[in-house]
């Protein structure tokens, strides 16, 4: 996964799950996304970094309204 590049449809549910819940139950995406710089951990569990909510929003035609 370079900066460049597409997320799949499987890390874009990553970053959902972390955005609505603070946590995801596919670890390979969570290491991933962390790895990259996407989400990183809080004391409450995961967050998404600016980073991660800008690819969730250009990955999510329904955010393309929102403000990253």
Not at 8 to 20: A, I, K, N, Y
Not at 26 to 54: C, E, F, N, W, Y
């Amino acid at each position: 996964m370079e900066a460049h590049d597409d997320l799949s449809p499987r890390e874009l549910s990553g970053l959902r799950d972390v955005l609505l819940t603070g946590r995801a139950n596919d670890q390979l995406i969570v290491s991933q996304l962390l790895r990259h710089d996407m989400v990183a951990t809080d004391q409450d569990g995961l967050q998404l970094t600016p980073k991660g909510r800008k690819f969730l929003v250009r990955g999510s035609p329904l955010l393309w309204d929102v403000a990253s």
